[in-house]
Structures are given as C-alpha cells and as structure tokens.
C-alpha cells in the first residue's frame, strides 16, 4: 500500500511536469486528484488494510494528496500565464498601427463664406437668415420689383403650385429683418438663391449669395463704398483696386456694380464685376412700414445701403475654376486640393 501510494505520488508528478499546457494539466488532475480518481480508489482500498497499519497508510494516503494538489495548484498559473504569453506573441507590436478615418476639410465655397462672414463680422455686421421657400411679396413686391419684371418669369423662377417660391436672390432677407427689427440695422445674410438656368459651366440652378444690408440715422454713399472696399481689400489681399459703376436695382436708387482687379485673381489685369449694390429706396422703407404697421422705416430720418454678390463666382475666380459645376459635384479628388 505504501509502496503504491509512493508510486503513485511519482506519477502524478511527473504528469504535472509533463504537462505541455493549462487542458493537458486540468486532464491530468482529474485523472489522479478527480472524484473518481486514483487517490480516491485508495479510499476504498483503506477498507483492506489491517487495521495496525491503517494509521501510517492514512497518514501517507493525505500526504500524497497533498503532495499531488500542491504540485497542481503551483503549475496552474505559470501554463495560464504561458497561454497569454503565447497568444500575446502572435501579435507583431512593431507593425505599422491603422490608420485613423481620414479626416475631412471644409468645402472651399464654405471657407470663402467664412472668411467674408469674418471680416464683415469685424465691421460690426450681425448674421441673419431666411426661409428658401419664400412669398412673392418678399422676393419681389416688397423689394420694388412690378409684376411685370422678366425675374418673375415663369421661365426664370421656381414656382410652387402654391404659388409660392424658391427665392431668386438673398434680398429677400433684407425685408424679413425689417419686418422684425427697427432701425439701426447691420447685418449680413449668406445662403441659397435658385434661378431657372440652364446648367453649364458658368451656372447652377442653385447658388449662394452673400446679402448685406445698413440702415441707420445718416448712412452715405460713402459709408457703403468705404464698406465694399475695405472688404474687397481684406478678402483678395494687397494691390486690390475696387470700382462702382452705375447700375440698376429696383430695390436700390442710386444703383452699382462693383468691378474689382487684383493680383490674387486669375487674369490680374482684368476688371471683375464681382457685385451688386446701392442706397436702399425708399419705395422699399414704405413697403416694410405698410407691413409693420409703423413708420419705423422713415426715409426722411433713416437711410441705408445693400449688396449683394455671388459665391460660386467669387470662388471661381479666386480658385481659378474652368466650370463652376465643379463646386457642386463632390469629387474628392477635385476638393482635396483646397483643404
Ligand atoms: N439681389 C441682387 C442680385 O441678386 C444683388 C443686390 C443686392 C443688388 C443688394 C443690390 C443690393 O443680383
């Protein structure tokens, strides 16, 4: 019985040795330490043993257990640790890492608002915003422009069956701020404006513009020419010569446009005509009051200027674009040079 017992102690040593890894050595524990394993059997075999000796097998019976357990318990957590070890070696820490998602830029029509949204933003100028979908009395009546008006066109205008329409110019946005604020006023008004073109390479049936509009006790001419210029020269940098030649605007009286040539535009030596512009009339003022229900617009004590000039243009111009369809087409491969 002793002898066995040392025997069998060896054995199950020499098996947690040889155990390769953490399944071989759980396999080898329920063989020999298992319920019905071989110490266990040896519980059964005490039964035969007389009764003098039982003592001394017991004793030696326990130490083999013990023996046996002690040997399992310490080899257990050196396999775990080799199984991570291994499964860490599979990776190669010195390869390149992924890459992160490649992080995008803004549009270049969107970083040329921004940068005009700024610079009027120094002189003083506030944001505003109006609906895309508009009434006919904001996009025309209201802004001067008689029923009879070739932008009123069918043939040049988005109509609704309702009637109403999508708006043909920014303008619209200047009656929208009157309507809701008294004078002084002095914002800017970036957004969609829609015209029945034909697309081609010099225009899209949807573009951007950029509104302003000043009204105030004592606004000048000058006021609005010193205005433009100051933002012409910060948008196009040094050497930019700006020009006002007279125009027509319902909406404005006296009326310009506004040419410009710089250096930081293709063709440098060329006049661009860039904008529109002029003293807000006051056919407009009495429209707003009408609707107002007061005089706050009175153009014997207020006066004011608006502009307004093309995105898209701008950017051509500026980019050196060949077809402004390019601003409109996301091919990734035409915006990333401009990020
Ligand atoms: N609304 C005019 C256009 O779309 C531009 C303009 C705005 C002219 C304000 C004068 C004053 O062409």
Not at 151 to 157: G, I, K, L, M, S
Not at 327 to 335: A, G, I, P
Request: proline share 7%.
């Amino acid at each position: 019985m002793l002898a066995e017992l040392d025997l069998l102690q060896s054995e199950a040593l020499a098996a947690v040795t040889a155990a390769a890894d953490a399944p071989a050595l759980e396999a080898a524990r329920v063989k020999y330490l298992g319920r019905q394993g071989a110490l266990a059997s040896f519980g059964e075999k005490m039964r035969a043993v007389p009764k003098e000796e039982r003592p001394a097998a017991g004793k030696r019976l326990n130490e083999a257990r013990s023996a046996i357990t002690a040997a399992f318990d310490a080899a257990a957590p050196a396999l775990a640790g080799r199984a991570e070890a291994d499964a860490l070696a599979a990776v190669d820490v010195t390869l390149p890492g992924t890459p992160m998602l490649p992080v995008g830029a803004l549009h270049p029509l969107t970083q040329l608002q921004d940068r005009a949204v700024q610079i009027f933003r120094r002189l003083g100028f506030a944001l505003a915003d109006g609906p895309d979908v508009e009434d006919e009395w904001h996009c025309f009546d209201a802004l001067n422009t008689p029923p009879d008006h070739p932008a009123r066109n069918e043939q040049d205008t988005f109509y609704l069956p309702d009637g109403r329409l999508l708006r043909t110019h920014t303008s619209t946005v200047q009656i929208r701020v009157m309507e809701t604020q008294p004078p002084p006023v002095r914002v800017i008004a970036p957004g969609a404006a829609y015209r029945r073109d034909e697309v081609d390479a010099t225009h899209l049936a949807q573009f951007n513009q950029m509104e302003g509009l000043v009204v105030d006790q004592g606004v000048t001419l000058g006021d609005m020419k010193g205005t433009l210029e100051f933002f012409f020269s910060e948008l196009f940098g040094p050497g930019t010569a700006v020009r006002f030649r007279p125009h027509f605007f319902p909406f404005t009286e006296p009326s310009f446009e506004v040419d410009v040539k710089t250096p930081a535009l293709r063709g440098g030596e060329r006049w661009l005509e860039i904008c529109g512009c002029g003293m807000v009339d006051p056919a407009v003022y009495a429209a707003v009051n009408a609707r107002r229900g007061d005089g706050a617009y009175d153009a014997e004590v207020v006066s004011g200027y608006a502009f307004g000039f093309g995105l898209e243009r701008l950017a051509m111009t500026l980019l050196g674009l060949p077809d402004i369809r390019l601003l409109v087409e996301n091919d990734v491969r035409f915006l990333e040079q401009f990020r």
